[in-house]
């Protein structure tokens, strides 16, 4: 039995979870997943600024009412994180290249690495920065884990499968000798790299408020978030207007920088909704 609450969870995967809800519980859940913490696991380990700068992925039900998911969106923000919203499958896929993955490949490198010996010399005992920076991870919350990963196989598999493919290509350009192949893999990893870096180092920009109509109609809220996400439009705050279900209600969305609110309203109108944008600053509620 569902009690009439708001109802979230902290999850690393999301599609099963999302499955299993019945149709009263599509209503008070929203999928949740914290992009924060460590290796380490305990009330110990515990810190007050936890969530601070955090990514905060939220998967609403399409039959969850506006105003619950206003209430977790800015529940969210309070903690200091980043809420984005994420349909259940495209986070699963995401979680398995950028989280998943990263805890395979450690525990396989610390493994292989723990057990070679050459000529009575241990290689673990050899292993400086790079090494322990690349499997920090390894052995985490074996039980907890062991679980992600059964739970997100199809998605991990898929993406294992893939860098395998990589890994085999980089080895087919060493044995042919292949410079620039060898090259061109370093130099695609670090502008990709470079790219990682900048985006967390961005200034801060001016505030920006968007107002948009949207009519009352089951999963629409859900949807117009989503698409915003998916975009890696960051939602800092939100209210919605509700007036009437025949004249739907007043979505208030607020995004930093103008090109960011310039994507965004032109998301929106693409969808059919066309949106009012002004500086936070000169808005007039």
């Known amino acids: 039995e569902v009690t009439p609450r708001l109802i979230t969870d902290l ?169 620039s192949g060898v090259a061109e893999s370093i130099f695609t990893a670090a502008a990709y790299r470079q790219e990682l870096l900048q985006k967390g180092d961005r200034e801060p920009a001016a505030l920006y408020q968007i107002t948009v109509r949207i009519p009352d109609e089951p999963g629409l809220l859900s949807r117009v978030m989503t698409t915003l996400g998916n975009a890696d439009i960051n939602i800092e705050d939100l209210t919605l207007h509700h007036y009437s279900r025949k004249a739907g209600g007043d979505l208030v969305l607020y995004v930093t920088g103008e090109v960011t609110a310039a994507t965004a309203t032109g998301l929106l109108e693409t969808m059919g909704f066309p949106a009012v944008t002004v500086p936070a600053a000169q808005a007039v509620d």
Not at 45 to 67: D, K, Q, V
Not at 80 to 97: K, N, Q, S, V, Y
Request: net charge negative; hydrophobic share 40%; proline share 7%.
């Open 11 to 179: 999850g690393s995967t999301k599609t099963q979870v999302m499955r299993l809800l019945d149709p009263e519980a599509r209503t008070r859940f929203i999928g949740g997943h914290p992009m924060c913490g460590g290796e380490t696991a305990g009330v110990r380990y515990a810190r007050a600024n936890l969530f601070e700068g955090a990514t905060y992925f939220l998967s609403p039900p399409a039959e969850l009412p506006g105003p619950l998911f206003e209430i977790m969106h800015g529940f969210v923000s309070r903690l200091g994180a980043r809420p984005i919203t994420i349909e259940p499958e495209t986070h699963d896929r995401i979680m398995a290249l950028i989280s998943h993955v990263p805890h395979v490949l450690a525990n396989v490198m610390m493994s292989e690495v723990g057990g070679f010996q050459h000529r009575g010399r241990r290689a673990l005992y050899c292993a400086g920065p790079s090494f322990r920076d690349l499997t920090r991870v390894a052995g985490a919350n074996p039980v907890m884990w062991g679980e992600i990963f059964l739970e997100n196989r199809e998605a991990l598999v898929d993406a294992l499968r893939a860098i395998a493919g990589d890994i085999q290509q980089f080895c087919d350009d060493l044995e042919r000798q292949d410079e």
